[in-house]
């Protein structure tokens, strides 16, 4: 009886991990993680913030601010 429930479980298990991976390779490519890899690259003497929504983050050029 067990074996009988071993196979559709390691299959299972294989399918949830190729998933995961999926997402997370996926998850480096988004619009935020740009975002975030943008901020990390801009100089620690950097000392103006912008507030507001996605028109702003658009519109905004962070190196002409250096």
Do not use: W
Request: charged share 20%; hydrophobic share 50%; aromatic share 8%.
């Amino acid at each position: 009886m067990k074996r009988r429930l071993f196979i559709p479980m390691a299959i299972a298990l294989v399918i949830l991990l190729a998933y995961n991976l999926m997402i997370a390779r996926a998850a480096k490519k988004t619009q935020r993680q740009h975002l975030l890899s943008a901020i990390d690259s801009l100089p620690p003497s950097t000392d103006c913030v912008f507030l507001g929504n996605y028109l702003i983050e658009a519109g905004c050029d962070a190196h002409a601010f250096e």
